[in-house]
């Protein structure tokens, strides 16, 4: 529609600008605030609350329809945009990317800036979520810079302490706390609510300030009981997640796990993306708490759930939420492809004759080859960067003697142990995790130390595993493995 505008603006025939009428009538920022942006805003944050994200796809997929009823360009972006999030936040990085230069593609011709506030505070969520924190940290300065030059008072202080709450929780992985606790305490400022003062009670037990920490877990309890629909919804479960936190520092186990089994009985009745990521985190530091508390039976408990939940739970949430995505993707794309047919039959029987508009549409079609191509070249950063999470999350692993070592290395190198049960069917588990660990290039030292083994026990699997593959004690073992 872009390249209509620009014939016309070349001095094509009257017919172009009947064309034009019809096919881009103008919308403008105030026309579509209250009818548009702020319903699909206002339930968007419902169910990112307390819902389900397949709710969150058929809304934003009925609300991406109507947008595109009414030829309201900033309104399909903002779809783009919402989508974003939940595929950010369960892993799909690429279609998480995909939305966002889709929404960012229509915003270039925009002056939304509430639109283009949260396409960047979109591309910080999936920078956060990919732990690429300096650029997370850059998409919120611009997110930032955007909000503050919306007219709307209301909607500028909303995103506005949302915005700082971001910046708040980046800086806090980034083990910032001292600037954590800065932009806390600004969005605390502009809105004072349970999910700030939770945040600051956790930043204050990790800089050792627990009298502070104390006053926000009061202020935080205090604020859920006026936000009474938050007391059941994610943000309870994280405030109460928070408070377990304190009790947990201050070695009062029983409160502490009190408050623990509250976040996650909260965390089990609602549906949304975060479910399998909190309760990972919960399990993991309730097995690490009675660790210091010396309760092994409740130990190996909470280890067990963290084991099943991270192999079980995750896995199926992500591929369920792709396979809403690529739906959603799928029908823009085909309603794309429809709306593109039309236009150029209807544009055919127009200027059939004019030479100029084949030129424009050779240009038009170079333009989007090389944009996917750039495309295609963020995406394989991506990718890139993702295995190097999950190699340096399976040397972590083996460091650490963890039992899901075998299984993180087999997605990072899923041939290898196929390969060594067809040279040696009988291959047990244990000399396919040594085996691992030499694919790693671990030495000998190295493998005793993390195994808690005599380095001359290494040396005796060394051989057993020599004569189990039947490799020639002259040839290199660290080559034959690398081979495979």
Not at 48 to 75: I, P
Request: hydrophobic fraction near 40%; include cysteine; charged fraction near 25%.
């Amino acid at each position: 529609m872009s390249g209509v505008k620009m014939l016309n603006l070349k001095g094509f025939t009257m017919i172009f600008v009947v064309f034009l009428f019809f096919s881009c009538e103008p919308s403008s920022q105030d026309k579509y605030l209250k009818s548009f942006d702020i319903p699909l805003l206002e339930q968007n944050n419902k169910i990112r609350l307390s819902g389900d994200y397949r709710d969150f796809t058929v809304l934003n997929t009925k609300y991406y329809k109507e947008a595109q009823k009414k030829k309201y360009e900033d309104g399909k972006a903002l779809c783009y945009i919402n989508l974003s999030f939940i595929n950010s936040a369960s892993g799909n990085s690429k279609q998480a990317l995909f939305l966002l230069e889709k929404a960012k593609e229509i915003l270039k011709q925009s002056n939304n800036k509430l639109h283009i506030a949260l396409l960047n505070h979109g591309y910080a969520d999936l920078n956060f979520f990919l732990q690429l924190y300096n650029s997370a940290l850059n998409y919120n300065t611009l997110a930032l810079q955007a909000i503050e030059e919306v007219d709307n008072d209301k909607i500028k202080e909303e995103y506005l302490s949302e915005f700082y709450i971001q910046r708040g929780e980046i800086l806090f992985e980034a083990t910032n706390y001292k600037e954590a606790l800065k932009n806390f305490h600004k969005a605390e400022k502009i809105k004072k609510q349970a999910y700030t003062e939770g945040w600051l009670t956790n930043v204050y037990i990790q800089v050792n300030k627990l009298d502070s920490a104390f006053y926000y877990l009061k202020q935080s309890h205090q604020s859920m009981l006026k936000e009474k629909e938050i007391i059941h919804s994610t943000t309870g479960a994280v405030v109460y997640f928070f408070s377990g936190n304190y009790y947990n520092v201050v070695q009062n186990y029983p409160e502490a796990e009190t408050l623990y089994l509250k976040a996650l009985k909260i965390n089990s009745e609602v549906k949304t993306v975060y479910s399998p990521f909190f309760d990972m985190v919960m399990y993991d530091i309730m097995a690490d708490m009675y660790k210091k508390a010396g309760d092994k039976e409740r130990e190996s408990h909470y280890k067990s759930l963290y084991r099943d939940t991270n192999e079980h739970f995750y896995k199926q949430q992500k591929e369920v939420v792709n396979l809403a995505t690529e739906k959603f993707i799928t029908d823009i794309q085909n309603s794309e492809r429809a709306e593109r047919r039309k236009m150029w039959l209807f544009i055919g029987f127009l200027v059939a004759g004019v030479v100029g508009l084949v030129v424009f549409t050779y240009i038009k079609i170079r333009h989007l080859k090389f944009k996917k191509q750039v495309l295609h070249i963020k995406t394989n950063k991506l990718k890139e960067q993702i295995e190097n999470n999950l190699f340096n999350e399976v040397i972590e692993l083996a460091k650490t003697n963890d039992s899901m070592f075998l299984s993180r290395f087999q997605e990072l190198y899923p041939e290898f142990i196929q390969k060594l049960k067809s040279l040696s069917p009988e291959l047990e588990t244990s000399e396919m995790t040594f085996c691992a660990m030499i694919k790693l290039n671990f030495t000998s030292k190295e493998i005793a130390n993390y195994t808690f083994v005599q380095h001359a026990s290494v040396q005796q699997r060394k051989r057993r595993i020599r004569k189990k593959f039947a490799i020639p004690s002259d040839a290199d073992l660290y080559q034959f493995f690398s081979g495979l």
